[in-house]
């Protein structure tokens, strides 16, 4: 706090920063934008509005720095949080290895720097996004006995995938998702913007697949891909991505976990980003679903997304035309 001047004359400087002060917006403005630049350079401090000492909570933070208050949606398991097992490390090396892949698709022509912590981000919120679909399986009745889902740090390395990304389907997923949005910026920077995403989401995916080993029985099965994996998409009706209550759990989860949030960004604006991102990856792992189609023994297995509510509407259709015939 600055001082007022002596003889009980206010102090100008100080009445810039009472609340309700006309240069308060301003303030603010020069404050996320320094925060903006502590989170760009990984810097382990940010820059708070300091509060009166009785108006600090009980329990606090150190001072000058906040953090946001636990999820209001979904409480964490914290075996399932982001970065239980990935460090932001790790993370952060993998978009590097990505962003120099022979394979990447377009420029978003923004800083180094930008491009790093947008991708970084998005990495975050498909790992939340697997994760969050391993939980769903945890305690999962199995006749009579709860199903137990433990995560563990194995001790492998990543495997990279050899596929090259279609440029025409990361265009295709782009385009989808600007059909759903108003623009960020413009239609050609979002354009821009949603296609490195989808690359980066469609990179990762691979790349997971790559890794993937399951071991049961003394055998080890691992799964091998193709270009074709990826130009089987149709028109079918999707239905998770346009799910709002689903998309906007899932940002609220993130919004709360104290390990994926950006202190430095308006949860306004964090919650936006991470809606984006999200419903691209639902509307990825959904197409793949939709056209998955398992082959085990002489037998074919296709598997749906249906969304429950429709269902049931469904079937009270078909029951009351039953009953009138």
């Given at each position: 706090?600055?001082?007022?001047g002596?003889?009980?004359?206010?102090?100008?400087?100080?009445?810039?920063?009472?609340?309700?002060?006309?240069a308060t917006?301003v303030l603010e403005?020069?404050?996320?934008?320094?925060?903006?630049?502590?989170?760009l350079?990984n810097?382990?401090?940010?820059?708070?509005?300091?509060?009166?000492?009785e108006?600090?909570?009980?329990g606090?933070?150190?001072?000058?720095?906040?953090?946001?208050?636990e999820?209001?949606?979904?409480?964490h398991?914290?075996?399932f949080?982001?970065t239980?097992?990935?460090s932001?490390?790790?993370i952060y090396?993998?978009?590097?290895?990505?962003?120099?892949h022979?394979?990447?698709?377009?420029?978003?022509?923004l800083?180094?720097?930008?491009?790093?912590?947008i991708?970084?981000?998005?990495v975050?919120?498909?790992?939340h996004?697997?994760n969050?679909?391993?939980r769903?399986?945890?305690?999962?009745?199995?006749?009579g006995?709860?199903?137990?889902?433990?995560?563990?740090?194995?001790?492998?390395?990543l495997?990279r995938?050899a596929?090259d990304?279609?440029?025409?389907?990361?265009?295709?997923?782009?385009?989808?998702?600007?059909?759903?949005?108003?623009?960020?910026?413009s239609?050609?920077?979002?354009?821009?913007?949603?296609s490195?995403?989808?690359?980066?989401?469609f990179?990762l995916?691979a790349?997971?697949?790559?890794?993937?080993?399951?071991?049961?029985l003394g055998?080890?099965?691992?799964?091998?891909?193709?270009?074709?994996?990826?130009?089987?998409?149709?028109?079918?009706?999707?239905?998770?991505?346009?799910?709002?209550?689903?998309?906007?759990?899932?940002?609220?989860?993130?919004?709360?976990?104290?390990?994926?949030?950006l202190?430095?960004?308006p949860?306004?604006?964090e919650?936006?980003?991470?809606?984006?991102?999200?419903?691209l990856?639902?509307?990825?792992?959904?197409?793949?679903?939709?056209?998955?189609?398992?082959?085990?023994?002489?037998?074919?297995?296709?598997?749906?997304v249906?969304?429950?509510?429709?269902?049931?509407e469904?079937?009270?259709?078909?029951?009351?035309?039953?009953?009138?015939?």
């Amino acid at each position: 706090t600055v001082p007022s001047g002596g003889g009980g004359i206010p102090n100008p400087l100080a009445q810039l920063f009472e609340p309700g002060s006309p240069a308060t917006p301003v303030l603010e403005g020069v404050r996320g934008s320094l925060n903006l630049g502590l989170e760009l350079v990984n810097a382990p401090v940010r820059i708070a509005k300091s509060k009166p000492p009785e108006a600090a909570s009980p329990g606090g933070t150190a001072a000058g720095i906040q953090r946001r208050p636990e999820s209001r949606v979904i409480r964490h398991e914290p075996e399932f949080r982001v970065t239980t097992l990935v460090s932001m490390h790790e993370i952060y090396g993998y978009v590097e290895e990505v962003l120099r892949h022979p394979s990447r698709v377009g420029q978003t022509r923004l800083p180094h720097s930008w491009e790093r912590g947008i991708f970084a981000l998005t990495v975050k919120v498909v790992i939340h996004v697997l994760n969050w679909t391993i939980r769903q399986v945890n305690h999962l009745d199995f006749g009579g006995y709860k199903l137990h889902v433990r995560q563990v740090r194995a001790d492998v390395k990543l495997h990279r995938s050899a596929i090259d990304i279609d440029e025409k389907l990361v265009n295709l997923v782009a385009n989808q998702v600007i059909a759903t949005h108003d623009p960020l910026v413009s239609v050609s920077f979002d354009r821009a913007l949603y296609s490195q995403l989808s690359y980066v989401v469609f990179r990762l995916f691979a790349d997971i697949v790559a890794s993937f080993r399951l071991r049961s029985l003394g055998v080890s099965i691992t799964m091998n891909m193709d270009r074709d994996v990826f130009l089987k998409l149709t028109d079918k009706e999707l239905h998770l991505a346009k799910d709002q209550e689903l998309v906007r759990a899932l940002a609220g989860d993130l919004l709360g976990d104290k390990d994926v949030n950006l202190v430095w960004l308006p949860d306004i604006l964090e919650e936006r980003i991470y809606i984006v991102a999200i419903r691209l990856c639902l509307h990825i792992i959904e197409t793949w679903v939709a056209e998955l189609s398992i082959q085990v023994f002489g037998t074919s297995i296709d598997i749906r997304v249906f969304r429950e509510k429709l269902q049931q509407e469904s079937a009270k259709e078909a029951v009351a035309g039953e009953a009138g015939k």
